[in-house]
């Protein structure tokens, strides 16, 4: 089930040269790794071994032209660092709503940490075990999906082109698709910022932090909203940035939330889209939901099934058999997710198209489905980095930096 390989150069593959020599590799010397594992705080730990990483980091920055810098970490760190730097492709997490937030007793986690602190030299990272570079462990990835998955994230990373992207219809309006999400701080547990992620047709993307929700406003819910204001500020000035990045302002804007939008939500988001001219807006949220669907045979329905269950509320599969495969490629059966428009012209069947060509936008890797489309998968994934940035610090806008 796994294609082969066809390898990474000008005549093969993704039609370019993998280039590295030894003035490009920056040794973080194992005497000073060692010292920093012998703190007995995992968050110390995780401090003093990014300080490592970051001197290397800088040092590449600032003294030789690369694209992306890739950090290998020793297989022995992985119980020092107690399950840090995992796989987060998998689709377990991908149907929880509400911020991107951790438990009361949170530890730091590396990789998050590493790319935070790594912004300011403005390249961006790719983690990973040297086992994966070097071993076939048992249980994981086979050679050729690890491959795969690797080079593509690089070459997404180091700004070349666009792996893949949504197919074009002419006939139709230019589309962005805009991911709203909340995160907590790691200081002040009850504090919520607000995340606005853009991405257009062409796979260009734009992120913006927006500005925190105080304790009082959030009063300890669950599923965070915003105010008419703050939604109005917030899409307001992630619609300029994404002018300012590509020079141009979409005809019609499609937002995503994973809970249910408020009047004064909508309210807010419309006074922004028109003051930037926008005519056409849909307002849609994406759900994970108890109900299923069956079909005829052993397996589940396949993907891209869908089911009304009322006016502007479907059942849609993202995730499910696959007739390219003819059976389910999930090791686990996986439900369908909610898709509810809350305000919008298009129809149902056009808003569910759209939520299952995102889930194929990730660039981390080559699978040809995913549970949560882009917009939303993305704003977490930007939203486990972000909290890490300082509030006086301005985040960098692209997506490669934070995936």
Partial sequence: MSPRFPGFSETTGFRTDLVYDES?????PKVKVDKA??????????????????????HLASFRSVDVIVCVLPKELRE????????????????SNGPEGENKTEKMDFRRFLKAEAMPYRKPLQLIWEENLTESPPGRQNDATRAWNLMTALYYKASLSIPWKLVEDPEKQRTCYVGIGFYESRDEKQLRTTMA????????????????????EDKDNRRPYLGEEQAHDLLSRALEAYEQAVQHLPARLVLHKSSHYRDGEIAGFKNAILGHGIDYVDFVDVQPTQLRLFREGDYPPYRGTAAEIEDGRHLLYTFGSNKYYRTHP???ISGPVEVRRADGDASMRQLCREVLAL?????????????MPI?????????????????NSKPVIHYRYYM
Avoid: H
Avoid at 24 to 28: A, G, L, S, W, Y
Avoid at 199 to 206: K, L, P
Avoid at 359 to 371: A, E, I, V
């Fill in 330 to 332: 999930g090791l686990y």
């Fill in 197 to 216: 992620q853009i991405f257009d047709e062409m796979g260009q993307s734009v992120i913006l932090r927006g500005n925190p929700i105080l304790p009082d």
């Fill in 24 to 28: 490009t590799k920056q040794r973080v």
């Fill in 359 to 371: 889930t194929k936008m990730n660039w981390n890797n080559t699978r040809m489905d995913g549970k």
């Fill in 80 to 95: 020092l660092l107690i399950g840090q730097q995992e796989d987060e492709d998998d689709e377990s997490d991908a149907g």
């Fill in 375 to 391: 917009t939303l998968r993305g704003a977490k994934k930007v939203g486990r980095v972000m909290k890490y940035v300082e509030n």
């Fill in 37 to 58: 594992m012998r703190y007995e705080s995992l968050n110390d730990r995780v401090a003093a071994l990014g300080d490592l990483y970051l001197d290397a980091i800088e």
